[in-house]
């Protein structure tokens, strides 16, 4: 009888031993879950931010590709603006030339050859 009351007593220190296993693994378990948790909604906020950044470069690109578009047209406009500027100032340089420098009966004479051509 001694011997069923020591097994009886070691079964219930055993099955007391196994609920305080049972209580840690169940509260690791709990703890890790809470973690994991944690830790997926930091990734999908990441992920948040992240697609919010890649979103923004693609508007920024888009923005330079479009400011490089009309800079090159600017460049065209002003070369040809240029090109323009320097034609007129030709042809004032010939008015010059012509009515300023020549006297009156070269200028007659002038017209009147072309006129008979």
Request: proline fraction near 0%.
């Amino acid at each position: 009888m001694e011997s069923y009351l020591i097994n009886s007593m070691n079964e219930q220190a055993t099955g007391e031993q196994l609920k305080l296993i049972r209580a840690f693994i169940e509260s690791e378990l709990r703890f890790k879950q809470e973690l994991i948790t944690r830790q997926q909604h930091e990734i999908d906020q990441l992920y948040n931010e992240a697609e919010k950044y890649e979103a923004a470069v693609k508007a920024l690109e888009q923005r330079l590709q479009k400011s490089i578009a009309q800079n090159e047209g600017n460049k065209q406009l002003i070369n040809k603006m240029l090109g323009d500027i320097s034609k007129l100032h030709n042809d004032i340089e010939w008015y010059k030339r012509t009515y300023e420098q020549r006297s009156f009966l070269g200028i007659i004479k002038e017209k009147i050859k072309f006129f008979f051509r």
